[in-house]
């Protein structure tokens, strides 16, 4: 059972290189979700999506972009990175909520660091 | 804009000792609320509670929601070397409001 698979796992970047992270669940899950994690600050949500070709901001969208043009897949794009998106990032699925369903489900993240 | 805190920031306890880590959230539309514990890598989840006063329960760990309060808290009993990590609270909305919102989590230390 594949779950939430994440792609690449590690990345080193220079300041001002573009690339995109690829998230790929394989349990048919409406919503979608990429959040990034720095010491100290928990999980902070990126963009999410509520479905395949609709995407929508969260509390720090600023300097990413998304997309959500198969159902399966979520791709977080930086188009010019910055060491102040050095971070480990999380992407997570979950199914459209009925009573007990709110569970996410994490891909194993992806740790990205800008030079 | 939807909000979650945790507190404390963090705790060191002894084996053996019980805690209580609080959550406290403003959100709109409220839907449910979730604790994970979060080791190394991934947030693993434990549980979610979307009912004002119902306990939920999973062995040594037990968690209740108080939504007229807005918080909720999670209790580990008889705590073990292996429940060191950091505990997070997420809180989820409904009717147009679908994203999940974290705390910034209460990192938890059990001292052999």
């Known amino acids: 059972n594949a779950g939430v698979t994440q792609t690449p796992k590690f990345r080193v970047l220079k300041t001002g290189q573009s690339m995109t992270l690829l998230c790929a669940q394989d349990m048919n899950h409406e919503y979608m979700y990429w959040y990034r994690q720095d010491p100290g600050m928990g999980l902070r949500l990126i963009h999410y999506s509520v479905g395949e070709g609709t995407t929508a901001k969260g509390e720090v969208p600023d300097g990413y972009n998304v997309s959500r043009l198969k159902k399966q897949n979520f791709l977080l794009g930086l188009e010019s990175a910055a060491p102040s998106q050095t971070s480990v990032y999380f992407c997570?699925?979950?199914?459209?909520?009925?009573?007990?369903?709110?569970?996410?489900?994490f891909g194993e993240g992806s740790r990205l660091t800008v030079l | 804009e939807d909000k979650v805190v945790q507190s404390p920031l963090s705790l060191v306890v002894h084996e053996g000792d019980t805690v209580t880590l609080n959550c406290s959230y403003e959100?709109?539309?409220?839907?449910?609320l979730l604790w994970y514990k979060q080791e190394k890598k991934a947030p693993t989840f434990l549980f979610m509670l979307t009912s004002s006063g119902i306990e939920k329960k999973s062995g040594r760990l037990s968690s209740i929601l108080d939504k007229k309060e807005l918080f909720s808290i999670l209790n580990i009993t008889a705590t073990q070397t292996g429940d060191s990590a950091v505990y997070l609270c997420?809180?989820?909305?409904?009717?147009?409001?679908?994203?999940?919102?974290f705390g910034t989590g209460t990192r938890l230390t059990i001292i052999p």
């Open positions: 997570a699925s979950r199914p459209r909520q009925g009573v007990g369903t709110g569970e996410l489900f």
């Open positions: 959100v709109t539309n409220f839907r449910s």
């Open positions: 997420a809180v989820g909305g409904n009717f147009g409001n679908e994203k999940l919102t």
